[in-house]
């Protein structure tokens, strides 16, 4: 039975028995807690924890999930996928153990014409909660299973959880027994080769709080209702129909293998288990790296795009290891495009930007892989030369940080070269960069907090948005919320009313209304700013609205500052949008689209958009493209705007079905979860035409000009243009202008003829740097003479130990030592130069002639010394060792230490 059909016979069954078939979410939600989709149940969450009503009772779905935490195991059991689907059926507070055992032994053991899966029943077996006497007696009762064939087992295997806060419960799971020739018997506690699971039926029941592993965890209590949460895995179960060995004979996974062995010179199967598992890896790493990039990501140093890079270089690797020297990366996608798409059809109408994005970083990793061997070689010589079998973190940092390898990689290098790494050091190396990068943690909006306190104003029906016809709208208080608890009264004085507390202060006040016409923050558009009035008795009562934002993607909750009065739930306001800052905003938004558009019109259909922002006056769009543009694009794009700005086209905009608003074009983000029932914003007919629920001007001519300000890099294969429009693009333009004059003013020529004179004045002053470079180090070696000349002699070694003259560079050391050592001929010789950088570094490095070394000095060693005293850090090998400092202050004593060492360090 075909993996395509397993499907279909899962959900079939389902939607038979009153459950509604629900479609995958993407591998990417917007979860901090989460970098992928790790099991079926995730978008179900906040029905499972009673934050939000769940529109059905009864659902079914096929999940794609993303596991990486055993991404070493790959290729080496006979289970372990980074991808996987996960069939599910899931109950919210409607059937309980009964229901969900028996749907499960019904579906596994019908015969296969008549809708089943055809397993032999005396081949299954069944695990429970150690303390789970409901599940084995229904067990029995239900499916006829004998006691010999459920075992208990205890939390590690049979209470589940997504391994954080969250809902959580007993589990029962289902396992096939493959026979014999797979291990012993026993059952799964014997045996997870021969007895593999297929099923796992969880009990939902409680929340559970933090913890550090599948046992560590604090049960907070029970959830509102008893839910049923399932997972069949499909790879697992077309293993065992399709009678293959292992879930990478699959096929869905073995037409890579397939392809694989026609181009390597070593076959699969062939009896060498590390080719094996090289196979193996690039068959389930190519899939995953297909789905991830269909949802959106790019390859990057951080998060989701880290994972999808390290995926993407150890099929890489792999493929070389297996002899395959030409690129593979593109055919690969190829295979995967064919295996997967009657399953996943966005892999074939989305098929151009996966693959392009997939062979882009192939070559960028074929160019690096190169010379970052030949570093890990070197420094693995390096390593095993001075007697230790540790690789240093700072080597392994270099790998990382110079030629993008994973330090996974760098394990695996290291383990074939019979070396360990000293991965403490990395990670500490790794942290301190990182620091960087940790400045809007804290600003993160953490997923699964507590909502419920909004649930019933979330279930009562969506706030009513009025903002695309009018600024300000008569509403109703519909809740009253300070620091998320609900409140009946909120006043700016922070007096009290029975129990509701109010005030203005530090607190978080938050007012829901029925309707509104501010923007909640969406789609790349920020949230309007705008006031709320009382009316009638509470006239007296205003307060700024400062934030929108939504709860459920439908309730409207609006952050305020009381300024006066008092509002009280159920009170009639008035609410208004500051009419300047929606102007701008609309600016902002629709010259988004219009960039958007110039961008496909000059680059072509595979820049395809990776997110925005927008706000008054500025945009700024984040699209999926390798390599920097070129001035002449940016150009075009620019002039292309502002082509379609002039051109006044009207901004119309309607509402249609998703599917028909795909049919005609229309741009959607990429694992951005729509509606059956979407918004299009069309700009002069096929010049744009986008999903959008944002606010936009009546005509592209409202926008004002377009001033593309830059264009960089954000990530591997994501650029980033931001752009000025409007008022904020005259005044930009208006700065510009004058900065032009003032230089014009400055060099006494034209305008126009401004840039060229630059250009000769810059090189003028290179030929001149070229000079003095060449004058400074014409006087560094002369003085490299006298200091040979002068070498001090400390016990058998002479040393010239010298501060040099500032501004010299790390290479212009090197070289100076060089001549240096040469003078000093074959006597016991030690160099040590150190100086003032030019952008406060402290270069230092230090030579040794062999004479020397045979005394057991080392210039690797002598390095560090060096650098202890500046604040820096350095390495090399026993003749030549170099590093850098930021404390100049040190200069002198890092000597005065060097020489200290050359006298202790002398073998007699």
Not at 178 to 207: K, S, T
Not at 393 to 422: N, Q, S
Request: glycine letters at 12%; charged letters at 25%.
């Amino acid at each position: 039975m075909q993996t395509h059909e397993i499907r279909k016979r899962f959900l079939d069954h389902f939607v038979a028995a009153g459950h509604a078939e629900v479609p995958s979410a993407s591998v990417i939600l917007d979860d901090p807690n989460l970098l992928f989709v790790n099991a079926g149940m995730v978008q179900f969450v906040p029905y499972f924890l009673g934050q939000q009503t769940p529109p059905w009772d009864r659902a079914t779905s096929v999940q794609k999930c993303i596991r990486t935490p055993d991404i070493d195991e790959v290729g080496i059991t006979t289970r372990h996928n980074t991808f996987f689907q996960m069939a599910g059926n899931f109950s919210f507070g409607d059937y309980f153990k009964k229901g969900a055992i028996e749907f499960a032994w019904t579906l596994l053991t019908n015969p296969q014409d008549q809708g089943g899966y055809g397993f032999d029943p005396e081949r299954l077996w069944a695990t429970v909660y150690l303390d789970d006497d409901d599940a084995i007696e229904l067990w029995q009762q239900v499916a006829g299973l004998p006691l010999e064939r459920i075992q208990r087992r205890g939390m590690a295997d049979n209470y589940w959880s997504m391994g954080i806060p969250g809902p959580c419960g007993p589990s029962s799971e289902i396992y096939y027994d493959r026979g014999p020739e797979y291990g012993i018997e026993g059952g799964p506690e014997a045996n997870e080769d021969r007895y593999i699971e297929i099923w796992n039926l969880v009990f939902m029941q409680n929340e559970r709080g933090g913890g550090t592993s599948k046992e560590d965890f604090e049960i907070l209590g029970p959830l509102p209702r008893k839910n049923i949460d399932t997972g069949m895995g499909i790879e697992r179960v077309a293993c065992l129909l399709q009678g293959v060995d292992n879930v990478y004979e699959t096929d869905l996974l073995r037409p890579v293998i397939d392809l694989v062995a026609g181009i390597a010179p070593r076959g699969y199967g062939a009896g060498n288990h590390e080719d094996d598992v090289r196979y193996r890896i690039i068959a389930d790493h190519s899939r995953t790296a297909a789905i991830i990039i269909g949802d959106g990501v790019s390859p990057g140093n951080d998060g989701r795009g880290y994972v999808l890079r390290r995926l993407l270089r150890r099929v890489i690797r792999s493929a070389k290891l297996l002899g395959i020297d030409t690129p593979i990366v593109g055919d690969l996608m190829v295979t995967v495009r064919d295996a997967m798409g009657p399953s996943y059809p966005e892999l074939v109408t989305d098929f151009d930007r996966i693959s392009r994005i997939a062979v882009a970083e192939e070559t960028a990793f074929n160019r690096t892989l190169a010379s970052g061997s030949r570093l890990f070689e070197d420094a693995a010589r390096a390593t095993k030369a001075s007697g230790t079998d540790v690789l240093s973190g700072g080597d392994a940092f270099a790998l990382h940080d110079t030629y993008g390898f994973p330090i996974e990689l760098t394990l695996e290098m290291a383990a074939e070269a019979d070396l360990r790494v000293d991965e403490e050091g990395f990670r500490g190396l790794m942290a301190e960069q990182r620091q960087r990068a940790k400045a809007d943690a804290a600003a993160r909006k953490h997923a699964h907090a507590d909502l419920s306190a909004y649930r019933e104003l979330v279930d009562a029906g969506a706030t009513e948005f009025t903002g695309f016809d009018e600024l300000t709208s008569e509403a109703r208080i519909l809740g009253i919320f300070v620091d998320g608890k609900r409140v009946p009264v909120v006043a700016h004085s922070g007096g009290m009313r029975g129990s509701a507390a109010g005030g203005a202060g530090a607190e978080r006040v938050e007012l829901v209304l029925d309707r509104t016409p501010l923007y909640a923050e969406s789609g790349g558009q920020i949230a309007d700013i705008g006031s709320i009035s009382g009316t009638g008795s509470s006239v007296a009562a205003k307060a700024a609205v400062t934030d929108v934002q939504k709860i459920a993607k439908t309730l409207f909750v609006h952050r305020v500052n009381v300024e006066s009065g008092e509002f009280v739930e159920g009170d009639t306001i008035v609410a208004s949008v500051d009419p300047t800052w929606r102007h701008g905003a609309t600016q902002g938004h629709t010259g988004t689209h219009m960039v958007h558009a110039a961008l496909r019109q000059v680059l072509g259909p595979n820049a395809v958009q990776a997110g925005s922002l927008n706000r008054p006056g500025y945009l700024r769009f984040d699209f999926n493209w390798q390599g920097a543009l070129s001035d002449d694009q940016r150009e075009q794009i620019e002039v292309v705007t502002n082509e379609a700005v002039q051109a006044d086209y009207a901004v119309n905009t309607m509402y249609t079905k998703l599917e028909k608003a795909k049919a005609m074009g229309a741009m959607a983000l990429f694992g951005e979860a729509y509606p059956e029932d979407v918004r299009l914003v069309e700009i002069g007919g096929p010049f744009s035409l986008e999903l959008c629920g944002g606010t936009h001007v009546h005509n592209s001519a409202q926008i004002g000009p377009v001033t593309i300000l830059g264009e960089s890099s954000v990530g591997s294969g994501v650029r980033r243009v931001e752009a000025y429009v409007g008022l904020d693009s005259f005044k930009y333009l208006a700065k510009e202008r004058a900065l032009m004059a003032g230089l014009a003013s400055s060099l006494k020529v034209p305008s126009d003829e401004v840039p060229a004179r630059v250009a000769s004045l810059v090189e003028r002053l290179k030929v001149a740097e070229k000079e003095l470079d060449r004058a400074r180090l014409a006087n560094a070696r002369a003085a490299a003479v006298n200091a040979a000349a002068g070498a001090e002699q400390v016990g058998k070694v002479r040393l010239v130990a010298q501060r040099m003259a500032g501004g010299m560079s790390a290479a212009d050391l090197r070289s100076l030592v060089g001549d240096i050592r040469g003078k000093l001929g074959s006597d016991p010789a030690v160099v040590a130069l150190i100086a003032e950088g030019d952008d406060d570094s402290v270069p230092f490095v230090v030579a040794t002639t062999p004479a020397a070394q045979d005394l057991g000095l080392s210039a690797n060693d002598l390095v560090k010394t060096l650098g202890a005293a500046v604040n820096g850090r350095g390495g090399g090998k026993a003749d030549l060792a170099q590093g850098s400092g930021t404390g100049a202050s040190g200069i002198d004593a890092a000597l005065a230490a060097l020489r200290a060492e050359v006298a202790r360090g002398q073998r007699s």
